[in-house]
């Protein structure tokens, strides 16, 4: 009989390109994936992988063997997705969510969290990419966009709404021509939020640069610059004044997303209403 652990294996190589790729991806050593690639090849008589110096490159039969083995993963997925939505005695729900919210909506409401849902391990996730849900990498995905994959349920749950704000010391802060921003690195995937604040900060000095919303906003507190924050945040927060301009402020949609065969998962819908319970409590909920 075929060991079908070595198809896995064999999945990564192909995903990642690489076998040290595959390893990390599969938190094994280099070694291993090597190993379980001559074994596959071998119990297929087949040659699967062309290992070149930087690359692992399908061979005209691996290309065969991917499209079945693929096949076979995804049925995989969805076993384990549907033995999941049934298990009664499930004690866990991973959540994937923006930094921003993870920091600043989960982690400051975990108390409520544990209260709806005794007895149950809440993972966070704090992603900046979308998580597989197909893949069971989350149970729950919370996103500041739909997203791209067609399969999951989308269900709009709120909004967040942002402004520019510095901090009530800023040397600057009645002088607008002066003002100097706090801005994402170039190197930082374009976004929406980096679109917008790019196109408000134009040709105007940029003071420094952050690659997370959070420690934008712990900057502009110290009392230099001005940034663009979320305004459940910021409003609330005494250090902070929000600066009016005549520029358009961004607004973007908050969405929860689920697998279609967790829809009746208890613990997911549970989860998913408990999440929506929070937003409306600190004001980025739906009305």
């Known amino acids: 009989m075929m060991n079908w652990e070595n198809l896995r294996f064999f999945v990564a190589i192909a995903r990642s390109g690489t076998l040290s790729g595959a390893a990390k991806a599969l938190d094994v050593d280099q070694a291993t994936v090597s190993r379980r690639l001559m074994l596959l090849e071998a119990e297929l008589g087949l040659k699967l992988i062309e290992r070149l110096p930087r690359e692992a490159r399908l061979t005209a039969q691996g290309k065969i ?29 991973t959540i994937s969510a923006p930094p921003v919210l993870a920091k600043h909506l989960f982690a400051t409401n975990m108390l409520i969290f544990s209260q709806e849902l005794p007895g149950v391990l809440i993972s966070i996730l704090s992603d900046v990419h979308f998580v597989s849900l197909s893949r069971l990498e989350a149970d729950l995905a919370v996103r500041l966009s739909p997203g791209t994959q067609d399969s999951d349920i989308i269900k709009k749950i709120g909004k967040m709404d942002f402004a520019l704000y510095a901090a009530s010391s800023y040397c600057h802060r009645e002088k607008p021509e002066c003002w100097e921003f706090i801005a994402y690195p170039e190197r930082v995937t374009n976004f929406e ?8 900060i134009g040709d105007k000095r940029v003071l420094c640069e952050m690659a997370d919303l959070s420690h934008q906003y712990e900057t502009v507190c110290s009392g230099v610059g001005v940034a663009g924050l979320p305004c459940f945040l910021a409003d609330r927060d005494k250090r902070l004044v929000k600066l009016e301009v005549d520029e358009s402020m961004l607004s973007l949609d908050i969405w929860i997303a689920k697998h279609p065969d967790r829809r009746s998962d208890p613990l997911v819908v549970h989860a998913s209403n408990v999440i929506s319970m929070i937003l409306k409590k600190v004001g980025l909920g739906l009305k």
């Open 65 to 93: 063997i991917l499209a079945e083995a693929l096949e076979i993963e995804a049925c995989t997925f969805k076993i384990k997705r549907l033995s999941v939505a049934n298990n009664a005695k499930r004690e866990k729900v």
């Open 193 to 200: 939020h980096k679109q917008w604040l790019d196109k408000i």
